[in-house]
């Protein structure tokens, strides 16, 4: 069964460090997502993908996070200076076909990336 | 916005029992899905079922229904003959056209217990 890959399962960095968490989403899915749980906490939206851009993103998105599809297989999020708070387990998704009704396409969901920040 | 509710916390069931887990929803829209998910302890988020708004016959896979009532906006999971292997978060969500992302609850952490 296809499924969504992320890498590395668990990175332990400094702050201020910067951090690339890598995905692989299903290889025909179109729709891509970051989605952040601190530990204990609900799933939190950061960022929609689709056709090479962001669709959308929230408040927690700010200037230290960047997207990016690079080679048509990878999808990576990059968090330029890392503080104690983006300490998270960190999701990847995909979908092929926008997750709006009538026409659903269920969210894959990758195992995530611990993020720990020092 | 969207907004998910899920008032319990935790909650505890026997082997082989059903168990059901509540589940509220606000949106303005009119056409919207409603997912559950089940995040066991290993951390990844597994997919068990969707309901969307226009579908008149509650959405079933196997041991899990969906019981979904639209004028209370609610749209419970009920997980049948409840498996030590259950144990797990389980997260209920929302997209609507407005949304296009999946807007989670807080989650209930059901125990199961031989």
């Known amino acids: 069964e296809p499924e969504v890959t992320q890498t590395p399962s668990h990175q332990v960095t400094q702050m201020g460090q910067e951090v690339i968490l890598r995905c692989v989403p299903i290889?025909?899915?179109?729709?891509f997502y970051w989605y952040r749980q601190i530990l204990g906490q609900k799933v939190e939206f950061l960022v929609s993908f689709y056709n090479n851009e962001i669709s959308e993103k929230s408040e927690i998105f700010d200037d230290q996070f960047s997207v990016e599809r690079p080679d048509g297989s990878n999808f990576t999020l990059k968090i330029r200076s890392t503080k104690l708070e983006d300490s998270a387990m960190y999701f990847c998704a995909s979908s092929a076909k926008i997750v709006v009704p009538p026409d659903t396409g269920e969210l894959f969901f990758g195992e995530g990336s611990r993020l720990t920040v020092l | 916005a969207q907004k998910i509710t899920q008032t319990q916390p935790g909650m505890f069931v026997q082997e082989k029992e059903a168990v059901t887990l509540d589940c509220t929803y606000d949106?303005?829209?009119?056409?919207?899905?409603l997912f559950w998910y089940k995040q066991p302890s290993s951390g990844e988020m597994i997919f068990l079922i969707y309901?969307?708004?226009?579908?008149?016959q509650n959405a079933t896979e196997g041991r899990y229904s969906l019981n979904f009532q639209k004028a209370r906006k609610s749209a419970n999971l009920v997980i049948s003959a409840s498996q030590l292997g259950d144990s797990a978060m389980y997260f209920c969500a929302i997209s609507t056209p407005t949304d296009d992302k999946l807007i989670f609850g807080t989650g209930t952490r059901l125990q199961v217990f031989p």
């Open positions: 949106t303005s829209d009119q056409s919207y899905g």
């Open positions: 309901q969307g708004s226009y579908d008149e």
């Open positions: 290889s025909n899915h179109l729709y």
